[in-house]
């Protein structure tokens, strides 16, 4: 009888104590007036190979950073906060925010917490705003368990047929300017699109080749027409961005 | 970059796909209409009143996936009768994640350690209660309580088509016996929406896993009939798998599936298989299910 009472008084402590938390996150939101904006997909763009493939296939990356995909990105979070918040241009360092890496290990995760948390803290400048709008790398799978992340090009090769996607994997996290905690976190989520294979996020199957630089330039276009359509989404879904004013 | 210059075979292959289509329904094996898409959210929940700070938000876009299966397998383990049973489906993911792989012999599992070839985590079975008034054969057994098996599995993909599986579970309830699963699977997708899968299965129990089915006491032998038999441990059955499964559009998939096993040891041996039962276990489903998207504000 004591232990069932304890459980109830646990379960009781952890309402209240996560009701808070809600309360916490929303108000929080709410009270926020200026904001930074932190884009680090990353200059490169993975190539996957998945599905019927040989032995000893490794991914491969190509540089992307003459894209500017992360100006772009900026730019766009910018346009968009801007009816709500008062954003402000802040500096930051791309490499240290694109090195960050999650565990494999989800209890890893767990116990560490954020990793994006002490990085805003310690490299980000000017301090002292509300929060920082942290856009990144997000991850899915493909094929049977291929793990894709970020901007990348995969092709997924079944007996009779090849199928390519290109995606822009990413989520945003809102945090806190004071405390460094993240107040909120979202993963975008996939398009419109209603083909069998999709990813956890943005994506699109495409046809034909990039080939030369038209075909550079056409493979740009295309990611940048999947990051400019997902982002009010996202954004919009956050409550950070008018979802009507951003479409 | 000349990945790249490869060009798609994809429009060449529509005449194969739809080839595959064609045959697929003129076998009968899915009458099925296709409904809203599956990226078109189908409904919007409001955001949950509290939130665990340490686990992540709720709120997105998921796929909730329900539907109905049925499982043609023996009536109990070592029976040479068949029943069908209704299997339910259901389950939810974050919107867009493929849901990987999953064998008709898999229990419930999670990955905790997930490096995309590799994954490590708990798993989980169940097993049915055993009552010796539902089946003749059974008659003058004792009853044997249903079963949880708690564990582990480690999954390994050699390559994107090869997928190799080892499950270690502790029984509680009706058997207090240790079971390994071992299996690997061939994976070959023909078309992005049509993959078949087949491979060879091992399993072994402990004798705690082993007696409460197949071992015969004292008792029972003079209630049943059947001789004494002490039932032991050891590489409990060999099998081979198949599955088919198709995806008709972004909503509706059916699968179906079949499972030989034969019994090995002490199970082969029991008076219960050799008397009254088979050896040889076969299980047939087949099940289909609609998938739909919601969202989480």
Same mark, same amino acid.
């Given at each position: ?247 | ?10 429009? !060449? +292959?529509? /005449? ?14 899915? =009458? @099925? *209409? ?73 229990? !419930? +599992?999670? /990955? ?14 169940? =097993? @049915? *209660? ?168």
């Amino acid at each position: 009888m004591r232990n069932i009472i304890r459980c109830v008084g646990f379960l009781a402590f952890l309402a209240v104590s996560d009701a808070a938390a809600f309360e916490t996150r929303a108000t929080r939101l709410q009270a926020i007036k200026t904001v930074g904006v932190i884009s680090a997909l990353g200059d490169e763009m993975s190539v996957t190979r998945a599905g019927l493939v040989p032995l000893n296939t490794p991914g491969q990356s190509v540089s992307i950073r003459s894209w500017g995909l992360d100006e772009l990105v900026v730019q766009q979070a910018t346009t968009l906060l801007n009816g709500r918040f008062r954003v402000q241009q802040v500096s930051y360092p791309r490499d240290a925010f694109a090195a960050i890496r999650e565990s494999a290990v989800a209890p890893v995760n767990l116990a560490r917490g954020d990793p994006f948390k002490a990085v805003v803290r310690s490299d980000v400048s000017p301090k002292g705003l509300d929060a920082y709008v942290v856009i990144s790398r997000a991850k899915s799978k493909i094929g049977s368990g291929r793990i894709v992340q970020g901007i990348g090009f995969a092709e997924y090769r079944t007996l009779l047929a090849s199928y390519r996607v290109i995606h822009a994997l990413y989520e945003v996290r809102v945090i806190d300017g004071k405390t460094f905690d993240v107040i909120e976190k979202r993963v975008a989520s996939p398009l419109g699109n209603i083909e069998t294979m999709r990813l956890q996020g943005p994506s699109q199957l495409v046809d034909g080749s990039f080939d030369g630089p038209a075909g550079i330039e056409t493979l740009r276009a295309a990611i940048v027409d999947l990051i400019t359509r997902s982002l009010p989404l996202t954004l919009g879904d956050m409550h950070l961005a008018n979802t009507q004013q951003s479409q | 970059m000349k990945y790249f210059d490869e060009a798609a075979p994809r429009r !060449a +292959s529509s /005449a194969q796909q739809n080839l595959l289509t064609a045959s697929l329904a003129a076998l009968g094996i899915v =009458v @099925a *209409a296709p409904g809203p898409a599956a990226a078109q959210t189908a409904f919007a929940l409001p955001a949950p009143p509290f939130e665990l700070p340490v686990l992540p938000s709720l709120s997105g876009s998921w796929t909730a996936t329900v539907g109905i299966g049925g499982e043609y397998r023996p009536d109990f383990q070592g029976s040479k009768n068949w029943m069908l049973i209704p299997i339910p489906i259901f389950s939810v993911r974050r919107a867009g994640s493929m849901g990987g792989f999953r064998g008709p012999r898999d229990g !419930a +599992s999670i /990955a905790l350690i997930d490096f995309g070839d590799l994954r490590v985590g708990p798993a989980a079975k169940f =097993v @049915a *209660a055993r009552n010796s008034k539902d089946r003749s054969e059974l008659s003058g057994l004792g009853d044997v309580k249903a079963a949880f098996e708690l564990g582990g599995f480690v999954e390994y993909y050699a390559v994107d088509w090869l997928r190799l599986r080892g499950d270690l579970r502790q029984g509680i309830g009706g058997h207090q016996g240790v079971v390994a699963d071992l299996s690997a699977d061939f994976i070959v997708p023909l078309i992005d929406r049509l993959t078949i899968s087949a491979g060879p299965r091992f399993t072994w129990k402990s004798t705690k896993a082993v007696a409460p089915y197949f071992g015969v006491d004292a008792v029972h032998s003079l209630a049943s009939g059947l001789p004494v038999f002490e039932a032991k441990g050891g590489a409990h059955s060999v099998g081979f798998g198949s599955q088919v499964t198709y995806r008709i559009n972004p909503q509706w998939e059916v699968r179906a599936y079949v499972e030989y096993e034969k019994l090995l040891g002490a199970a082969a041996d029991s008076p219960l298989v050799t008397r009254r039962g088979s050896s040889n276990q076969t299980t047939v489903g087949l099940g289909a299910s609609y998938s739909f998207d919601f969202k989480i504000r």
